[in-house]
């Protein structure tokens, strides 16, 4: 024969859960219903001598050395700087601002690079002339190097009169002004 | 001083790098927390041990979850039955009734005429224990070994309490019926 109130209220009961009321009406209860003092009897009975005794397991010495070895000391430090939430969010914060550093540094370095090679495809070639030789007399043409781009023949770098030189610059459309050799 | 009171006092010990606080809460609750291990993974001893180390440097790395209004005992048997639950999650177990009970704490049986000796007693309420359904034997152990109460119990488990209750009810049943088989009525 099984009585619901050892369920519902007699476990509670010995564990000492109940409040002061309700612990009074299941004492109450319990001076009237056989099966509720039974069933808490026999608990607390089996609880004392076996339960409590026999449940428990003894450690072994090399086990307790372990567990004291990686618990007892806890490090000691500032609560309000070192506590977990603040240092992992710092830590967090500093690798992705790490990460947005170098991926920030490695975008301007390829940019860099494209912007000079389209730079350099735009600019038009300085090119290097070597000055006119200026002629010792009057009557000597002033001769000037011929670079590849008024070239009148496959011989390029070629010293040739000024005169003959102009003459193939207007073919190609370039203004030219006379100068006169004093 | 209660002893929640003494217990709350070592934990702050313990916390504040006191090594003597630790090993005074350990030295009181190392047994039952082993105990509570070692049936809970089928008398498994490497598998107990391995938890027992779990639990205690979980607690010592969620100590500031401890709430100090709670008793010391039942926060950590909470964190060893989470343990546990992760470690039958992450393994292969085989069912109860398949588990080799050679293997398993106290699985010795006495005919009822030999008098019960402590370390016969050990083995038959051991193997009672281990007889009960899983979820009877965890309210069992959670509040025999570990003084939890009902309505933790329920939170831990994640269960009503009247489900909490009724397994608990359905444990001390079946340990009872166990006992009365092999000739142990009433012991006092």
């Known amino acids: 024969m099984e009585c619901i109130k050892w369920e519902q209220q007699g476990l509670l009961y010995s564990s000492g859960e109940l409040t002061e009321t309700e612990k009074h009406d299941y004492e109450e209860h319990l001076s009237q219903c056989i099966v509720c003092r039974d069933e808490l009897d026999t608990y607390q009975t089996q609880k004392s001598t076996l339960f409590t005794q026999f449940l428990a397991e003894p450690t072994t010495p090399d086990l307790d050395a372990l567990v004291y070895k990686r618990c007892a000391h806890k490090l000691h430090t500032s609560p309000f700087l070192f506590s977990t939430v603040i240092k992992k969010t710092v830590l967090s914060a500093f690798f992705l601002g790490l990460g947005f550093a170098g991926t920030g540094y490695f975008v301007y370095v390829k940019n860099d690079a494209k912007r000079s090679a389209i730079q350099a495809a735009r600019t038009p070639e300085i090119r290097e002339t070597t000055p006119a030789a200026v002629p010792e007399s009057p009557d000597e043409p002033l001769m000037v190097a011929v670079d590849d781009s008024v070239k009148s023949g496959p011989d390029s770098s070629q010293r040739k009169p000024f005169s003959e030189t102009l003459g193939k610059i207007s073919a190609r459309g370039v203004t030219t002004v006379d100068v006169k050799q004093e | ?188």
């Not at chain 2, 100090?68 to 039958?88: C, E, N, Q």
């Open chain 2, 1 to 188: 001083m209660t002893e929640t009171e003494e217990d709350r006092e070592l934990f702050g010990q313990w916390m504040k790098g006191d090594p003597t606080g630790f090993s005074r809460l350990y030295e009181k609750y190392r047994f039952r927390v082993f105990g509570f291990l070692m049936r809970m993974t089928g008398g498994d001893r490497e598998k107990a041990e391995d938890l027992m180390q779990d639990t205690f440097v979980a607690a010592l790395r969620n100590s500031d979850q401890f709430d100090p209004s709670r008793s010391f005992l039942s926060w950590i048997f909470g964190i060893a039955h989470k343990r546990t639950i992760d470690y039958f999650r992450h393994s292969k177990v085989e069912s109860e009734h398949e588990q080799d009970t050679a293997g398993s704490v106290g699985s010795k049986i006495d005919s009822p005429d030999v008098r019960f000796s402590n370390q016969n007693l050990r083995s038959l309420i051991n193997e009672a224990v281990e007889k009960l359904d899983p979820v009877q034997r965890e309210v069992f152990l959670l509040r025999e070994l570990g003084d939890v109460p009902f309505k933790e119990i329920a939170k831990i488990m994640n269960c009503p309490i009247n489900t909490a209750l009724g397994r608990m009810r359905l444990a001390l049943r079946n340990i009872r019926k166990e006992l009365e088989k092999r000739g142990i009525h009433g012991v006092h």
